[in-house]
């Protein structure tokens, strides 16, 4: 996108919009890139540590609701914002001054975009991932009565209109041990399992075999091949595996879910999904 000139104009007012629960100990880091916004709104999901407080301290207004979807969870804050535009944001993620530069660029010039993407940097255990498919762009920036969420687990905004991109990128930093990260993924591979199943179409059989048995060795040389996670060393050689290992657990777990529908039984599934949900937290 074209940043040159347009400076003159009046910038238009950024809200920037989180998600949080129980972020005590990364939130700070976040809100700290934040002082330049227009307005910060957290949606907190009934956190039971100092997120909220440390919200507050910055600056930030907090709202609270039980999460049930995640997509549902951004429409409402969504409705919480004021701004011409937002931003939306994981706890986890940092805007750089990059970043920040060409967003306020961009506020201040008119165009016909109702959205800008823009590189999301992930570190992968406190390594940079620029090899593998993690250094992609995301729709995380769009004007505000343009569109909303959509999405159980990996939610975004949903826009009709002309795209821009800025050249620039938010580091993310999704987890911080190997531990945290399976945690997390059984959490969410569960949510898509259920997602899919109250879809109205069924995957057939032969869908979900192939899905299983041949998916994942097709992701890992896709990550760790093609798309050269070799290059990260073991860090592109770990995420290729664990890459493909989710995609053969969220297939696993649909089958498993298939399985209890038709034989007309619940084997503890729903509650064990209904219990995980709430506690679910956004990645990517």
């Not at 201040?108 to 959205?115: F, I, L, M, R, T």
């Not at 995301?138 to 909303?148: E, W």
């Not at 979900?208 to 050269?228: E, G, S």
Request: glycine share 8%; charged share 20%; with cysteine.
């Amino acid at each position: 996108m074209d940043l040159e000139g347009g400076m003159g104009q009046a910038r238009q007012r950024l809200s920037v919009l989180i998600l949080a629960k129980n972020e005590a100990a990364r939130i700070a880091a976040c809100l700290q890139r934040l002082t330049w916004a227009d307005e910060v709104v957290v949606v907190d999901d009934m956190s039971t540590d100092q997120t909220a407080k440390i919200c507050r301290q910055y600056g930030a207004r907090v709202v609270q609701r039980q999460l049930d979807t995640f997509a549902n969870q951004a429409n409402f804050g969504l409705q919480e914002t004021t701004g011409d535009w937002v931003l939306s944001l994981d706890a986890d993620e940092l805007v750089t001054d990059e970043l920040r530069k060409q967003i306020q660029a961009a506020l201040s010039q008119p165009s016909d975009y109702v959205g800008l993407t823009f590189k999301r940097m992930n570190f992968f255990l406190g390594h940079c991932m620029r090899y593998g498919g993690w250094y992609h762009d995301v729709l995380h920036l769009f004007r505000r009565k343009t569109g909303t969420f959509d999405g159980d687990v990996h939610y975004a905004p949903k826009l009709q209109g002309l795209i821009g991109h800025l050249n620039a990128h938010v580091e993310h930093y999704p987890f911080q041990s190997l531990t945290q990260f399976v945690d997390r993924q059984n959490r969410y591979t569960s949510m898509e399992a259920q997602e899919w199943m109250r879809a109205e179409t069924k995957r057939t059989r032969a869908h979900i075999r192939y899905q299983i048995a041949l998916k994942p060795l097709k992701l890992f040389w896709k990550t760790y091949v093609k798309k050269q996670g070799y290059r990260e060393g073991m860090h592109g050689l770990v995420f290729a595996g664990l890459f493909a290992w989710i995609h053969f657990l969220k297939w696993a777990k649909y089958w498993e879910c298939m399985q209890s529908t038709q034989q007309g039984e619940q084997n503890g599934y729903a509650q064990t999904f209904k219990d995980n949900y709430s506690s679910a937290a956004p990645l990517c």
